[in-house]
């Protein structure tokens, strides 16, 4: 297994762990039950939301999907038509809150 993402919050992991999911790469989501008793233990890397990878020959595709969320996440701020229901999402919206399509950039209106 490899370590591949930490996550903003389990929300966060959980969404890049599904992209990942839907491009048929293995992996999983540990630490985000930890999470939940932030404010009780000091916030370190032991208790974020890491995404982990089942197989590690899928590492670089993993990462630039990642990449592409990121880049997406930090830079994208214009409104988008969701390609699955044509639904309007605001630009801080990685996926589609109406079906749950994800953001891609042919969403542009
Ligand atoms: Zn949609």
Redesign the pocket.
Known sequence: MVKIYIGESPVDAHIVCGLLNTDHIDCEVRGDALFSIQGEVPFDDSTAPYIWLNEPSQYVKAKRIIKEFVTHKTRHKADWH??????L?EGNFVI??????PYTPNSVT
């Open positions: 969701c390609i699955q229901c044509g639904e999402n589609c809150w109406q079906c749950g399509e």
